[in-house]
């Protein structure tokens, strides 16, 4: 499933302050896939691919620096990651462009939620966030249905 999200964030005036006139609008799509060739089950291995889209629809040039993710497993367990950028880039995307990656999460149990937000700057190095809305990632049900029968 693709979910789309538009995130508005205060632009900046002249003299540095936040503009509420002037939004930056940016829109963010996920699209997690089960991956079974990379997963096992059998040893706790649950591997996802997930493709994201950031889409720039504001009129001024943006940056990506930085990412945190919040990933859940159906556990409760919380993993936090920060890191540089994404896939090893620190994109610029132009106005009306977006940036598309696919990166790879992998978890002890069958199900899980990610969740987070970008740092971000535009070329006069404002810098501001923007929220990675969550999204699911769920093995086929028969599997996860056997995880939690061993759970209980």
């Known amino acids: 499933m693709v979910r789309f999200y538009r995130l508005c964030c205060a632009g900046f005036d002249s003299d540095?302050?936040?503009?509420?006139k002037k939004s930056l609008s940016v829109y963010v799509s996920s699209q997690p896939s089960w991956v079974p060739e990379?997963?096992?089950?059998?040893?706790r291995k649950f591997v996802w691919s997930y493709e994201i889209t950031i889409k720039n629809e504001s009129d001024e040039i943006v940056q990506l620096l930085?990412?945190?993710?919040?990933?859940?497993?159906m556990t409760g367990k919380i993993e936090e990651i920060h890191g540089t950028g994404v896939v090893g880039l620190q994109p610029l995307i132009k106005p009306d462009k977006q940036f598309v990656y696919v990166s790879y999460c992998q978890l002890l149990t069958?199900?899980?939620?990610?969740e987070g937000y970008?740092?971000?700057?535009?070329?006069?190095?404002?810098?501001?966030?923007?929220?990675?809305?969550?999204f699911i990632l769920s093995a086929p049900s028969s599997i996860t249905q056997s995880f939690r029968s061993k759970l209980h």
């Open 118 to 134: 970008y740092g971000m700057q535009n070329l006069d190095e404002k810098h501001f966030n923007v929220e990675i809305p969550k």
């Open 38 to 43: 990379q997963s096992d089950p059998v040893h």
């Open 66 to 73: 930085t990412r945190y993710w919040r990933i859940t497993d």
């Open 16 to 20: 540095g302050d936040i503009d509420m």
């Open 110 to 114: 069958p199900q899980g939620t990610m």
